[in-house]
């Protein structure tokens, strides 16, 4: 079955960087584009980034351009989101998220656990 | 970017009332739109897909409708596990948004 594990996750100062990791299991990884969304602490979700299959194309909330960068390795069935000059509205819990089907990336049907990322000084 | 609204933002029901939880969008996105359920504590579940179709497993008491701009998940007899926070979700095109959450809970 799907599986995705998040890890990366802890407490970071402002203005540092931190990197997350999500390990794909149970389906063929190079074959689904990969998001990542989070949740802020009694928060609603927030989707954050996107990364076609085979890693051509990236897409990114306005709140991380510039600042986060979503890549995969898939050699290794792992999705990656590198975070820099963090804020302390960053602080999230991280989901790493795969869509239904091949033609259907948009409808995140398998979600991690999570990963929770405190940044705060 | 296409702004998604959620109503109410919280609601107390019975055991076995229909609860009905709306979504709207700030432009018409044909029927793509999905609805997630997150239990206390837990990963967001999907539920619907396409405005209206059941995701595998999912109880058939959720049901949902609407295309453009005006969508409604139904949970026609509600039940003691389906106390969560309902998402609705466009997914037309990126940005994916999400609504702000509609917070279910048993009177």
């Known amino acids: 079955q799907v599986q995705l594990v998040e890890s990366g996750g802890g407490v970071v100062q402002p203005g540092r960087s931190q990197r997350l990791a999500c390990a794909a299991s149970g389906f063929t990884f190079s074959g689904h584009a990969m998001h990542w969304v989070r949740q802020a602490p009694g928060k609603g979700l927030e989707w954050v980034a996107v990364?076609?299959?085979?890693?051509?194309?990236?897409l990114y909330a306005d709140s991380v351009k510039g600042r986060f960068t979503i890549s995969r390795d898939n050699s290794k069935n792992t999705l990656y989101l590198q975070m820099t000059s963090l804020r302390v509205e960053d602080t999230a819990v991280y989901y790493c998220a795969r869509g239904l089907g091949y033609n259907n990336g948009y409808i995140l049907a398998y979600w991690g656990q999570g990963t929770l990322v405190t940044v705060s000084s | 970017d296409i702004q998604m609204t959620q109503s109410p933002s919280s609601l107390s029901a019975s055991v076995g009332d229909t609860v009905t939880i709306t979504c709207r969008a700030s432009?018409?996105?044909?029927?793509?739109l999905a609805w997630y359920q997150q239990e206390p504590g837990k990963v967001p579940k999907l539920l619907i897909y396409g405005a209206s179709t059941l995701q595998s497993g999912v109880p058939s008491r959720f049901s949902g409708s609407g295309s453009g701009t005006d969508f409604t998940l139904t949970i026609s007899s509600l039940q003691p596990e389906d106390v969560a926070t309902y998402f609705c979700?466009?997914?037309?095109?990126?940005?994916?948004?999400f609504g702000g959450g509609t917070k279910v809970e048993i009177k």
């Open positions: 979700q466009k997914y037309n095109n990126d940005p994916l948004t």
């Open positions: 990364i076609w299959s085979d890693g051509s194309n990236k």
């Open positions: 432009q018409g996105i044909d029927d793509y």
